[in-house]
């Protein structure tokens, strides 16, 4: 089994910054694309960003030039650096990750518990 622990989410003022991590731990034979989703009240989980085992990045348009996603491949980790926030990034954060666990599975797609973060003055 494979868990993924998002930590350091919380309350922050309009303009502040916050740092996501996401540690992937259990029976892991290699990560893949690694990415971060987020869900505001009555909306639709969306995407924010993603990396691959290469670290090429993808952004939400909302948040290009605001966030940065990184990883550490030796630590089963992946980070959102997130600047200049604004009320409309307040919602629940999920990790995701594209794992294989022995080398003859197939991928799976596994998520985190989700963590909050609220952008408010």
């Known amino acids: 089994q494979v868990q993924l622990v998002e930590s350091g989410g919380g309350l922050v003022q309009p303009g502040g910054s916050l740092r996501l991590s996401c540690a992937a731990s259990?029976?892991?034979?290699?990560?893949?694309?690694m990415g971060w989703y987020r869900q505001a009240p009555g909306k639709q989980r969306e995407l924010v960003a993603t990396?691959?085992?290469?670290?090429?990045?993808n952004y939400a348009d909302a948040v290009k030039g605001r966030f940065t996603i990184s990883r550490d491949n030796a630590k089963n980790t992946v980070y959102l650096q997130m600047h200049s926030l604004k009320p409309e990034d307040t919602a629940v954060y999920y990790c995701?990750?594209?794992?294989?666990?022995?080398?003859?599975?197939?991928?799976?797609?596994?998520w985190g518990q989700g963590t909050q973060v609220t952008v408010s003055s």
């Open positions: 259990g029976s892991i034979f290699n990560i893949y694309d």
């Open positions: 990396i691959t085992k290469g670290e090429i990045t």
């Open positions: 995701n990750a594209e794992v294989r666990i022995t080398l003859w599975t197939p991928k799976n797609n596994y």
